[in-house]
């Protein structure tokens, strides 16, 4: 389902989501059409039930290239207090198999079908700018959304670590 159809789902009035975001950002996740590199169909529902760091991001943007490594090595440290991260790109599949081949990063990257930009509004970053990250709890609730550059403090304040 796209992120348009679920949109005419939820009901939307003069843009704004009507449901609380809190309720609805895992099953926008869930909904949204996305790929693995490969164009293989992939499902955001693998990535639930730990909390999870979203980052939007594309080749073309300076500010995601720049924290790509912070986030590459925040990834593995997490891991252990059951922290996952995921890329989801706006971009073409060529260019970013490209651009990984060489920064590779240490989390799994899922392309976005084109709606990526609808699909990161929804999830509150109105300006459609990027980076965007978006720090999900188990259940898909959104924790945090971070617009720009992401610093570790930042991000480390966003995490609900044990």
Known sequence: MSVTTLFSRRLLLGGL???PLGAV???LLDSA???EL???PAS???YQGKTTVVNFWATWCAPCRKEMPLL???APRLAARQVRFVGIALDQPGEVAAYLKQLPVSYPVLMSDGEGIA???ALGNRSGGLPFTVVLDEQGRPLARIA???SEAELMKALPLR
């Open 17 to 19: 989501l009507l449901l």
């Open 25 to 27: 950002a895992g099953g």
């Open 33 to 35: 059409v996305l790929t």
């Open 38 to 40: 490969n164009g293989k």
């Open 44 to 46: 955001f529902a693998r």
């Open 72 to 74: 590459s090595a925040l």
């Open 119 to 121: 699909l990161m509004r």
């Open 148 to 150: 720009g550059l992401v």
